[in-house]
């Protein structure tokens, strides 16, 4: 586990701080055709997918603080490597046991109907928000879209999925996040992952993730849905990538909501309650009001 977290170590410095490859999209002449998926995505050894949804489970503690940087970042042939000799488990909401020997750790669900709730796949979420998203301006003059739910490889196809972070009943640590993988005009194929982090709440009773038949998880959804969309959009159109010349960089000191001190982080894009950091290949979507900027460090001041 110390090795493992010395790569997450790793990989979170190597991203977030701009290290990584420059991965563009390529200039589409023609219809561009989006597929969104409605795939369970790869489990990895360390969470459980609740039935046949796009929603993960980590009881892991320590697991946890990798699993976004290591999934997220490729994690297909990271975890593909690790899972050919390791089995997964999948929760099955009837039982409320997960589908192997062993029992993970309790995530403070008493009965199978609260886990339920959490049971979803985002496909038409997702593909109803990047054709609201593709609609306006500018992206609608730009490109002429063919979006569709389906798992053929498209000019860019889309795989949301959604993952708890349980440390205990009163913690659970919301993470979504959409892989878009495309081909370049040479024929490579590239991967892009666009996340979302939200807040951390109990993950049931009153005000829990599971609560109000998972009323607050589904607006949390919806609402990073709809900002990965038009992130989306915007790095198709080069509005996200961080400026090769160093002095064009702009700098934004935020608050996360799970550590003591700020963190100071070079913004590739901004929305009005959002704004945008990270790599040309792995870009974090942070929330205004859950993770605000700390005044007088706003970029251009």
Known sequence: MFKSLLLAAFITTFVLNGCAPLVVYPTYKDTVKVSVSANSPLVPVVAERLGDSQVLVSHDSNAAIMLPVLFGLGGVAVYAAVQATQSTTVLDAKSNVPDTESSPP??????????????????????????????????????????????????????????????????????????????????GMHFKHYCSRDETRAFS?????????????????????????????????????????????????????????????????EGTDYFVIGSSIYLLIVDRSLEPVIPGQEPGQ
């Open 205 to 269: 009773g009153s005000g829990g993730w599971t609560g109000n038949n998972g009323a607050i998880f589904r607006k949390a959804t919806a609402r990073a849905l709809d900002r990965i969309a038009e992130v989306i959009l915007r790095d198709m159109l080069g509005e996200c990538t961080r400026p090769t010349d160093h002095n064009k960089q702009q700098e934004i000191q935020w608050k996360p909501v799970d550590e003591k001190n700020p963190r100071t982080s070079t913004i590739l894009c």
């Open 106 to 187: 309790d995530t403070g669900t008493s009965s199978a109907d609260t886990k339920s709730s959490l049971m979803v796949k985002f496909d038409s979420e997702l593909y109803e928000a990047f054709l609201r998203n593709a609609s306006r301006e500018p992206y609608a003059s730009r490109y002429t879209f063919s979006v569709t739910r389906s798992e053929k490889l498209e000019d860019i196809s889309l795989l949301p999925y959604a993952t708890f972070h349980v440390w205990d009943d009163a913690h659970a640590w919301l993470w979504i996040e959409v892989v878009a993988s495309f081909k370049d005009e040479w024929g």
